[in-house]
C-alpha cells in the first residue's frame, strides 16, 4: 500500500527566512510524488512533482524540492518565505506498481510565514 | 489551460435531502475524475473514481447509495448525496485526469464544494 507522511501538522517561519515542509512515503514501486497547495476553502493547486531525473525538483512560485530515496523522503523548500506563501500544504504519492491512478495525500502542514 | 469547475461552492441544507454537486472540466476532456472529501483539519480521503461510461469505483468503507457518482460524459462528472445527514458535511473536492494523460501527470482540483447539513 502506498502511504505518506507529513510529521508536522504546522510549519511557522518569519517571511524572507527559508522554509521547509517534510514529507516522507512508503510505496512498493517507483513514487511519482507531488505537492500541493490549498488556500481557504480551494481546491488544491499543483506545485511540482518527481518522477525521474535530477532529485531537485523545481516548481511553481519559487518552490523546490528534493527527492532522497534511501530517506524515502521529499521535502519541499523554498530559500526565501512569503507571507503569500501562508497556506495547508499536501504532499501526495502515486505508486508505479499498483496502477493506482488516484494520489494518496499526506495529512497537510499549515505553514504560516509571519511579516 | 486544465481548468476544473466545481459547482456549487457552498451549499445548506436540510437532513434527509439531497444535493447534487457537478465537477466539469472546462478545456479538457476526463475519462477519470476523483471525488475526495477533506475532513477539518485533515487530509484529504478518496471517496471514489469515476470513469467515463461506467460504473464508478468506491472506496472501502465508502456507501455507494448514499454517495452516487455518475460520469456520463468527458467533461462532466457528478456527486449526489442522498438522504443527506449532518455527518456529511464536509468539504467535497473533485479532480481530474486528462484522456490519454501519462500515468505521472498532476491531476487538476477543483475548488471544492463546502456542504453543511442542518
Known amino acids: 500500500a502506498q502511504s505518506v507522511a507529513q510529521p508536522e501538522d504546522q510549519v511557522k517561519v518569519a517571511e524572507g527566512n527559508p522554509l521547509t515542509v517534510k514529507c516522507t512515503y512508503s510505496?512498493?514501486?517507483?513514487?511519482?510524488l507531488f505537492w500541493y497547495v490549498q488556500y481557504p476553502n480551494r481546491g488544491l493547486q499543483f506545485l511540482l512533482k518527481y518522477i525521474t531525473g535530477d532529485n531537485l525538483v523545481k516548481g511553481s512560485y519559487g518552490f523546490e524540492a528534493e527527492f532522497n530515496k534511501s530517506q524515502t523522503s521529499f521535502h519541499l523548500k523554498k530559500p526565501s518565505a512569503l507571507v503569500s506563501d501562508s497556506a495547508l500544504y499536501f504532499c501526495a504519492v502515486r505508486d508505479e506498481r499498483t496502477g493506482r491512478r488516484a494520489l494518496t495525500f499526506g495529512s497537510g502542514t499549515r505553514l504560516q510565514v509571519q511579516p | 489551460g486544465a481548468v476544473v469547475s466545481q459547482h456549487p461552492s457552498r451549499v445548506i441544507c436540510k437532513s434527509g435531502t439531497s444535493v447534487k454537486i457537478e465537477c466539469r472540466s472546462l478545456d479538457f476532456q476526463a475519462t477519470t475524475m476523483f471525488w475526495y472529501r477533506q475532513f477539518p483539519k485533515q487530509s484529504l480521503m478518496l471517496m471514489a473514481t469515476s470513469n467515463e461510461g461506467s460504473k464508478a469505483t468506491y472506496e472501502q468503507g465508502v456507501e455507494k447509495d448514499k454517495f452516487l457518482i455518475n460520469h456520463a460524459s468527458l467533461t462532466l462528472s457528478t456527486l449526489t448525496v442522498t438522504s443527506a445527514h449532518p455527518e456529511d458535511s464536509s468539504f467535497y473536492i473533485c479532480s481530474a485526469r486528462l484522456v490519454r494523460s501519462s500515468y505521472n501527470s498532476p491531476l487538476h482540483f477543483g475548488n471544492g464544494t463546502r456542504l453543511t447539513v442542518t
Open positions: 510505496v512498493s514501486g517507483n513514487p511519482y
